[in-house]
């Protein structure tokens, strides 16, 4: 199979070739805009999830509630502390997420597309 070959500049000023129609190809593919899709819609919403986390904690610390807030004490701990350990133990579980579903779903996908379009 003959691929019309053509230079596609890099961000370091060198040349790499690639296939034309076989990239065309792929890029039109509905599995491959399926693909490109889910893993948009899983960044986008985990994304979401830690933005929430954290304008949430700004928004509740920085408000006349948040002084009350900081007032809470578990033993010797603010609340607020305890909250802020929280965020950060949900955000390494949503990289957890993100690396689990990556590895399960989005890589068998990717590697079956590079096998479909293996010349």
Known sequence: MHHDVRKK???????????QP????????????????????LRAG???IALLM????VLLTSTPAGSAIASIRIGDIPLVMV???LIIA?????????VFWSNR??????VALREAFRP
């Open 54 to 57: 954290f304008f949430g904690f």
């Open 105 to 110: 779903v989005l890589d068998p996908a990717s």
């Open 9 to 19: 500049n890099t961000n370091d000023g060198s040349a790499m070739m690639r296939p």
């Open 83 to 85: 909250l802020a350990v």
């Open 46 to 48: 985990l994304s979401a």
């Open 90 to 98: 949900a955000v390494v579980i949503l990289t957890s997420v993100y």
């Open 22 to 41: 076989a990239y065309d190809a792929i890029i039109a593919d509905p599995e491959f805009k399926r693909l490109l899709s889910a893993k948009r819609r």
